[in-house]
Nanobody, 128 residues
């Protein structure tokens, strides 16, 4: 039970950086700090891809394609999730979605099916 609103998307040249934000507004019993949070993306004609996830313990998971380039963090005091993206390339062009899940699931951390709450997405376009 959390509302998620992404921001920070836009157009950036290849090799550049971009920081996405996800403002979370919990309205149930679980506070923001209790949620597993993640970023998922979908490029045109592509399947949803788990980009990065951070559990409430602080443990993180990254897609192989973004390891070493992306960083996921969350600020529990501000109820905000971030995705710092560096060394961007054309394969990173996609709509990026913020997602949240409270409690355990049987899915891999980067499997979108394990997330229960979603934002509406923010578009990231990488130009060459």
């Amino acid at each position: 039970q959390v509302r998620l609103v992404e921001s920070g998307g836009g157009s950036v040249q290849a090799g550049g950086s971009l920081r996405l934000s996800c403002a979370a507004s919990p309205y149930g019993v679980a506070p923001f700090s209790a949620y597993t949070m993640g970023w998922f993306r979908q490029a045109p004609g592509k399947a949803y891809e788990g980009v990065a996830v951070i559990e409430n313990s602080g443990k993180t998971f990254f897609a192989d394609s973004v390891k070493g380039r992306f960083t996921i963090t969350k600020d529990n005091a501000r109820n905000t999730l971030y995705l710092e993206m560096n060394s961007l390339n054309s394969a990173d062009s996609a709509t990026y979605y913020c997602a949240a899940q409270s409690g355990r699931t049987s899915y891999d951390p980067l499997d979108y099916r394990g997330m229960g709450y979603w934002g509406s997405g923010t578009l990231v376009t990488i130009s060459s």
